[in-house]
């Protein structure tokens, strides 16, 4: 059982930041990646950015720049800081982990956060 919380969304006006947050908790024996992805009313679904064990990132053409993903593995803990926002930022994020899990066995399984809404004003 692995349970991600999110929060830090909000309301900002165009050019404006926020930085949102993840933890996962339970049974963790590792987590291999972590990262978010977005979703607008009528758009499909995007990839955000992934950050991997190593500190690897990697962003969306649309965000590069702008977004920024870091995480504190003591914590089970990531960050996703976003600047210089812009109207078509606008979305549901949702924080999702690859987690190595599992009590008397390990196994890998993604989990998700339960979304939290970014709308950026012109």
């Known amino acids: 059982q692995v349970q991600l919380v999110e929060s830090g969304g909000g309301l900002v006006q165009a050019g404006g930041s926020l930085r949102a947050s993840c933890a996962a908790s339970?049974?963790?024996?590792?987590?291999?990646?972590m990262g978010w992805y977005r979703q607008a009313p009528g758009k499909q679904r995007e990839l955000v950015a992934v950050i991997t064990s190593d500190g690897s990132t990697n962003y969306a053409d649309s965000v590069k720049g702008r977004f920024t993903i870091s995480r504190d593995n003591a914590k089970n803990t990531w960050y996703l800081q976003m600047n210089s926002l812009k109207p078509e930022d606008t979305a549901v994020y949702y924080c999702?982990?690859?987690?190595?899990?599992?009590?008397?066995?390990?196994?890998?399984?993604?989990?998700w956060g339960q979304g939290t809404q970014v709308t950026v004003s012109s």
């Open positions: 999702f982990a690859d987690v190595l899990t599992g009590n008397s066995y390990s196994y890998s399984a993604n989990f």
């Open positions: 339970g049974i963790i024996r590792s987590i291999n990646a």
